[in-house]
């Protein structure tokens, strides 16, 4: 195609826009909205998938050795974890200091476990394991349990089970709606051109009798899908960036959790906007180009 | 030109248009396609130009075979004949000019040549003085005019005219065949359906008479041959 016919296709379709208006604001309004229902599900997917990834990293697997073991057959427990090719690291915790940390982390009311001196400490030597898939915890941990003189694998299995399956369904809803909320969003766009068409229906036909490529005849539509999905895109973009650096500021002081952060406003929001934009493209130029279709049968 | 062997059409709807058509049409040659209505010319000619389909037979139209062609190649078939209507088919927003020049638009023409062409068109079909003109101000017999135009401006080799003169009055009728003369005497094949007893008995040409889809006559420097 020539840069002169190129032009022209731009020109026409920027033409075909503002001829009809009411057509472009009502295709730009579908747009906008599937937009802001896209943008709104992929902030919080994309920050719920961070989250899980974050606490995924956090969940460790405890291994208890039994109090019988020897020091051989305990240091034997370390080795063959060392040698498990899943498992990042090993760290060894003894009796004593699985007491003192049980004893900081309840802060005052620890005091209590001050009556256990090191004789009566109820508590078993570890050692805490962190995996290079956390998602392979619940297996790793069932293959651990059968090491010798292992007497207990924890891990939270319920809260790490529960928090994977919540991840997995987030993402898969969330992403079956995206998908919905763009097809829909075409179908309008096609139905709400395709009322405008058939008042360009003659022309389109003429141009086929004179011989224009079925190309030559979708590029304006082309173009004036490209637009509308740019023009839907700016409110919802918009309405990301500011909503997201609100958010951002001020998620700080109502956040109780600290393990709760949310993903850092750059690039992020860039990344998002760029997403958004796509999308509101092949909405708007899938629509307008199909709208076409059934007019290029001749 | 064009060559039919046995061609067979049968619209989806069970309607059997053409039930065996064998013809060959040699380049430079006027020909009328008579008969009455409903006897299938414009199916006729709705299968040269690829708008329909034969459901069998083949037809070949300028060394192309037909039956074989891609739907991509399709435009291409088209800009080598230029096709009139009864209806004119002008766009009406658009001025005479921009009628005529939507043809090279197409084809992307560069705007110098485009330019000199539509108006040699235009000048031809003798219209020059209202290219700014859009096609309500003009009569019957110019808009056929610049449909004409517009068809002959590609240089095509072959012509296709259905009822060229089927909205006009006899005097104007007249001046369009002079016109289609004119073009079919600088080497342009011309294939025109027509009722036009009076034209087709005058200007005397090959006529091609279509009854059921089949052909049952023709005859070099023939006669309309029905009662109008
Ligand atoms: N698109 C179509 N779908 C179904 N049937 C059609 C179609 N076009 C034409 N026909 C039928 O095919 C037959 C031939 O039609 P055609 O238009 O070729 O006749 P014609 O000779 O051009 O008539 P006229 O002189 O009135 O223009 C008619 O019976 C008509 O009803
Ligand atoms: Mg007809």
């Given at each position: ?8 296709h ?12 009411w ?33 995924e ?15 051989e057959e305990?240091?034997?427990i ?31 009311d ?17 050692y ?7 998602q ?19 891990y939270?299995?319920d ?18 709606l ?20 058939f ?5 389109i ?5 004179v011989?224009?490529t079925?190309w030559?005849?979708?590029w304006?539509?082309?173009?004036e899908?490209?637009l ?9 973009i ?14 700080e ?46 | 030109m064009?060559?039919?062997q ?6 989806p ?12 049409i ?13 006897a ?8 040269i ?5 034969a ?13 074989k ?13 230029g096709?009139?209507?009864q209806d004119?088919?002008?766009l ?9 020049a939507?043809?090279l ?16 068109v ?12 859009i096609p309500d101000e ?16 590609n ?15 006899p005097?104007t ?5 002079k ?14 359906a ?26 070099h ?7 109008a």
């Open positions: 195609m020539k840069l002169r016919t190129l032009k022209r731009f020109r026409e379709g920027f033409k075909n826009s503002w001829r009809n208006s057509m472009t604001i009502a295709s730009i309004g579908a747009v906008t909205t599937t937009l802001i229902l896209v943008a709104t599900f992929l902030v919080l997917l994309l920050n719920i998938n961070h989250i899980a990834d974050s606490l990293n956090d969940v460790e697997i405890k291994v208890l050795v039994d109090l019988t073991a020897t020091e305990r240091e034997a370390g080795e063959e974890l060392e040698s498990m090719s899943i498992i990042e690291t090993v760290v060894f915790s003894s009796r004593e200091q699985e007491l003192e940390n049980l004893k900081s982390s309840l802060g005052e620890g005091d209590v476990f001050g009556i256990f001196d090191d004789q009566e400490n109820p508590l078993d030597d570890a805490i394991v962190k995996l290079t898939d956390p392979q915890t619940v297996p790793v941990a069932e293959e651990i349990a059968t090491i010798p003189k292992v007497s207990e694998v924890n939270g299995e809260f790490v089970q529960d928090l994977f399956n919540f991840n997995n369904y987030a993402r898969n809803i969330g992403l079956v995206i998908i919905a909320l763009v097809f829909t969003a075409i179908f309008l766009i096609s139905n709400t051109i395709k009322i405008t068409i008042a360009r229906r003659k022309e036909e003429i141009m086929k009798l011989g224009a079925n030559f005849i979708r304006p539509f082309f173009v899908g490209l509308l999905g740019i023009l839907g895109s700016v409110i919802p918009a309405a990301l960036v500011t909503g997201y650096y609100y958010l951002d500021q001020n998620i002081t109502v956040n109780q959790f600290d393990f709760i952060t949310l993903l850092p406003f750059s690039p992020f929001v860039w990344q998002v906007s760029g997403l958004i934009l796509l999308i509101g493209a092949v909405i708007g130029i899938w629509g307008s180009v199909m709208s076409v279709r059934k007019f290029l049968k001749v | 064009i060559k039919m046995n061609v067979k059409k049968t619209y709807n069970g309607v059997q248009a053409l039930n065996g058509i064998d013809l060959q040699d380049p430079g040659e006027f020909v009328y396609l008579v008969g009455q209505s409903g299938g010319k414009s199916t006729f000619t709705k299968l130009f690829r708008e329909e389909t459901t069998s037979g083949e037809i070949y139209v300028s060394g192309k075979d037909l039956t062609m891609k739907r991509r190649d399709v435009p291409y078939l088209r800009r080598e004949i096709v009139v209507y004119f088919k002008l009406p927003k658009m001025t005479i000019y921009e009628n005529v939507f043809a638009e197409v084809v992307e023409e560069t705007p110098r040549n485009m330019r000199k062409r539509v108006m040699e235009l000048d031809q079909v003798g219209l020059k003085n209202k290219a700014r003109f003009l009569s019957g017999g110019e808009q056929q005019r610049v449909a004409i135009a517009r068809a002959i401006a240089y095509p080799k072959l012509l296709i005219a259905d009822e060229p003169t089927g909205n006009l009055d005097d009728s007249w001046e369009i065949m016109i289609l003369e004119e073009i079919n005497a600088s080497g342009t094949t011309i294939i025109m027509t009722h036009s007893k009076e034209i087709v008995n005058t200007i005397k040409r090959r006529v091609i008479a279509i009854e059921d889809g089949l052909i049952v006559r023709d005859q420097r023939g006669d309309y041959g029905y009662e």
